[in-house]
Protein backbone atom coordinates (compact mmCIF):
# COMPACT_ATOMS: atom_id res chain seq x y z
CA UNK A 1 0.00 0.00 0.00
CA UNK A 2 3.12 2.51 0.68
CA UNK A 3 4.70 1.66 -2.21
CA UNK A 4 1.44 2.38 -4.41
CA UNK A 5 0.84 5.60 -2.59
CA UNK A 6 4.63 6.34 -3.37
CA UNK A 7 4.34 5.76 -6.79
CA UNK A 8 1.11 8.15 -7.21
CA UNK A 9 3.24 10.58 -5.52
CA UNK A 10 5.77 10.29 -7.46
CA UNK A 11 3.70 10.27 -10.72
CA UNK A 12 1.58 13.58 -9.49
CA UNK A 13 5.54 15.48 -8.71
CA UNK A 14 7.10 14.65 -11.84
CA UNK A 15 4.22 15.70 -14.32
CA UNK A 16 3.99 18.68 -12.68
CA UNK A 17 5.76 21.78 -13.63
CA UNK A 18 7.93 20.34 -16.14
CA UNK A 19 9.61 22.62 -18.62
CA UNK A 20 7.80 22.58 -22.22
CA UNK A 21 9.81 20.64 -25.01
CA UNK A 22 11.79 23.19 -26.66
CA UNK A 23 10.50 24.70 -29.45
CA UNK A 24 11.80 22.88 -33.32
CA UNK A 25 13.35 26.07 -35.11
CA UNK A 26 12.00 26.48 -38.79
CA UNK A 27 15.48 25.58 -41.24
CA UNK A 28 14.61 29.38 -42.79
CA UNK A 29 14.37 31.24 -39.32
CA UNK A 30 16.78 33.61 -40.21
CA UNK A 31 14.54 34.67 -43.81
CA UNK A 32 11.40 34.05 -41.39
CA UNK A 33 12.75 37.21 -39.09
CA UNK A 34 14.45 39.39 -41.24
CA UNK A 35 13.02 38.62 -44.46
CA UNK A 36 15.11 38.94 -47.84
CA UNK A 37 17.02 42.15 -46.66
CA UNK A 38 14.50 43.40 -43.97
CA UNK A 39 11.25 43.04 -41.71
CA UNK A 40 8.97 44.80 -39.33
CA UNK A 41 7.02 43.14 -36.83
CA UNK A 42 4.53 44.98 -34.66
CA UNK A 43 3.17 43.93 -30.82
CA UNK A 44 0.05 41.74 -31.46
CA UNK A 45 -0.41 41.34 -27.44
CA UNK A 46 1.83 40.87 -24.37
CA UNK A 47 1.44 38.94 -21.86
CA UNK A 48 2.99 39.36 -18.49
CA UNK A 49 3.13 36.49 -16.07
CA UNK A 50 -0.07 34.64 -16.87
CA UNK A 51 -2.15 38.48 -17.34
CA UNK A 52 -2.54 39.72 -21.00
CA UNK A 53 -1.13 43.69 -20.62
CA UNK A 54 -3.19 46.34 -21.84
CA UNK A 55 -2.35 47.90 -24.93
CA UNK A 56 -1.57 51.60 -24.54
CA UNK A 57 0.03 54.06 -27.53
CA UNK A 58 3.03 53.30 -27.22
CA UNK A 59 2.62 49.23 -27.52
CA UNK A 60 0.42 50.10 -30.44
CA UNK A 61 3.05 52.13 -32.33
CA UNK A 62 5.91 49.70 -31.59
CA UNK A 63 7.91 48.30 -34.46
CA UNK A 64 10.99 46.04 -34.30
CA UNK A 65 12.51 45.76 -37.75
CA UNK A 66 15.60 42.89 -38.00
CA UNK A 67 18.06 43.09 -40.80
CA UNK A 68 19.47 40.09 -42.74
CA UNK A 69 22.67 41.90 -41.97
CA UNK A 70 22.24 41.58 -38.67
CA UNK A 71 21.33 44.88 -37.42
CA UNK A 72 17.82 45.38 -35.48
CA UNK A 73 16.33 48.59 -34.57
CA UNK A 74 12.95 49.53 -32.98
CA UNK A 75 11.11 52.99 -33.26
CA UNK A 76 10.47 53.94 -30.06
CA UNK A 77 11.35 57.63 -30.44
CA UNK A 78 9.22 58.07 -33.08
CA UNK A 79 6.04 57.81 -30.80
CA UNK A 80 5.42 60.50 -28.36
CA UNK A 81 6.77 59.74 -24.77
CA UNK A 82 7.46 56.07 -25.57
CA UNK A 83 11.27 56.12 -25.31
CA UNK A 84 14.28 56.50 -27.11
CA UNK A 85 14.80 53.71 -29.50
CA UNK A 86 17.28 50.10 -29.42
CA UNK A 87 19.63 50.23 -32.64
CA UNK A 88 21.77 47.01 -31.90
CA UNK A 89 22.74 43.66 -33.61
CA UNK A 90 20.47 40.05 -33.36
CA UNK A 91 21.69 36.41 -34.15
CA UNK A 92 19.57 33.49 -33.78
CA UNK A 93 21.16 31.46 -30.40
CA UNK A 94 20.46 27.58 -29.62
CA UNK A 95 21.43 25.70 -26.07
CA UNK A 96 22.58 21.97 -25.89
CA UNK A 97 18.91 21.40 -24.66
CA UNK A 98 17.55 22.90 -28.42
CA UNK A 99 15.83 26.27 -26.78
CA UNK A 100 16.67 28.84 -29.36
CA UNK A 101 16.92 32.55 -28.86
CA UNK A 102 16.92 35.60 -30.66
CA UNK A 103 19.95 37.71 -28.82
CA UNK A 104 19.92 41.35 -29.14
CA UNK A 105 23.24 43.24 -28.51
CA UNK A 106 23.56 46.68 -28.42
CA UNK A 107 25.01 49.26 -26.13
CA UNK A 108 21.83 50.66 -25.13
CA UNK A 109 20.47 47.92 -23.50
CA UNK A 110 21.26 48.44 -19.96
CA UNK A 111 19.21 51.68 -20.42
CA UNK A 112 16.34 50.61 -21.93
CA UNK A 113 15.57 47.62 -19.83
CA UNK A 114 17.42 48.41 -16.67
CA UNK A 115 19.99 45.30 -16.72
CA UNK A 116 23.68 45.33 -16.24
CA UNK A 117 24.37 43.24 -19.39
CA UNK A 118 24.93 44.90 -23.02
CA UNK A 119 22.96 41.85 -24.47
CA UNK A 120 19.47 40.25 -23.69
CA UNK A 121 17.90 36.67 -24.64
CA UNK A 122 14.56 35.94 -25.93
CA UNK A 123 13.41 32.64 -26.41
CA UNK A 124 11.59 31.81 -29.92
CA UNK A 125 8.69 30.46 -28.66
CA UNK A 126 6.79 29.79 -32.21
CA UNK A 127 7.80 31.06 -36.15
CA UNK A 128 6.43 31.61 -38.94
CA UNK A 129 6.12 33.73 -41.89
CA UNK A 130 3.71 36.11 -40.54
CA UNK A 131 4.07 35.49 -36.21
CA UNK A 132 7.08 35.34 -34.18
CA UNK A 133 6.52 34.64 -30.40
CA UNK A 134 9.00 35.58 -27.56
CA UNK A 135 9.68 34.85 -23.88
CA UNK A 136 11.90 36.84 -21.79
CA UNK A 137 12.73 37.49 -18.22
CA UNK A 138 11.93 41.34 -16.97
CA UNK A 139 12.77 42.43 -13.43
CA UNK A 140 9.49 44.62 -12.84
CA UNK A 141 9.63 46.20 -9.14
CA UNK A 142 12.64 43.70 -7.83
CA UNK A 143 10.64 40.68 -9.14
CA UNK A 144 11.67 38.18 -11.69
CA UNK A 145 8.43 38.22 -14.65
CA UNK A 146 8.22 36.34 -17.41
CA UNK A 147 6.96 38.53 -20.39
CA UNK A 148 5.56 36.76 -23.55
CA UNK A 149 5.26 38.80 -26.87
CA UNK A 150 3.17 38.03 -29.90
CA UNK A 151 4.58 39.73 -32.71
CA UNK A 152 3.29 39.84 -36.37
CA UNK A 153 3.89 41.58 -39.76
CA UNK A 154 2.47 44.76 -39.99
CA UNK A 155 -0.06 43.23 -42.88
CA UNK A 156 -1.82 41.03 -40.27
CA UNK A 157 -5.31 42.30 -38.99
CA UNK A 158 -5.35 41.77 -35.02
CA UNK A 159 -8.52 41.55 -33.62
CA UNK A 160 -8.65 43.33 -29.99
CA UNK A 161 -5.05 44.53 -30.42
CA UNK A 162 -6.21 47.73 -28.46
CA UNK A 163 -7.25 45.56 -25.88
CA UNK A 164 -8.10 47.61 -22.27
CA UNK A 165 -8.80 46.28 -18.74
Request: negative net charge; proline residues 5%.
Amino acid sequence: MRFLALCMIWALVSCGDSPPEPYPLPENAMNLIAGDSAKTWMLAKRINGKVRMNMGDCFLHYRQTYLQNGSVSDNNSKAKDCGPSLVGQWEITTTEKGNSYIKITSALIPELLNIEEDHKFFQIRYLSEDSLVLKFSHNQFGKKQWITDYLVTESVDVPDRDFHH
